[in-house]
């Protein structure tokens, strides 16, 4: 069974940072992509930041040139780098991987239980 764990959100005032960290375990074969997203109070969940097992990357336009996205291999971790966050950013951040698991003939989506981020003086 897959399990993501996600660490690293909280509150910060406008202009500051955050760094999300969200590590998979389980018997998994392949991560195929690791991501971000994000829902904010009264919105639908939108993605944030995806990065493929190739490293090809994708930022929503919100975030480009604020946030990173990076993944270890390694440690089957993904990380969310937040810099410069504004009130906008408040939300509830979800990690997503698309992995196969041990055993499995396919690949499955899975999902993190959320972290809260909010961004307000």
């Known amino acids: 069974q897959v399990q993501l764990v996600e660490s690293g959100g909280g509150l910060v005032q406008p202009g500051g940072s955050l760094k999300l960290s969200c590590a998979a375990s389980?018997?998994?074969?392949?991560?195929?992509?690791m991501g971000w997203h994000r829902q904010g109070p009264g919105k639908q969940r939108e993605l944030v930041a995806g990065?493929?097992?190739?490293?090809?990357?994708n930022y929503a336009d919100s975030v480009k040139g604020r946030f990173t996205i990076a993944r270890d291999n390694a440690k089957n971790t993904v990380y969310l780098q937040m810099n410069s966050l504004k009130p906008e950013d408040t939300a509830v951040y979800y990690c997503?991987?698309?992995?196969?698991?041990?055993?499995?003939?396919?690949?499955?989506?899975?999902w993190g239980q959320g972290t809260q981020v909010t961004v307000s003086s």
């Open positions: 990065i493929t097992n190739e490293g090809r990357l």
């Open positions: 997503n991987i698309r992995a196969r698991p041990t055993g499995w003939g396919g690949s499955g989506d899975y």
């Open positions: 389980g018997a998994i074969d392949v991560i195929n992509s």
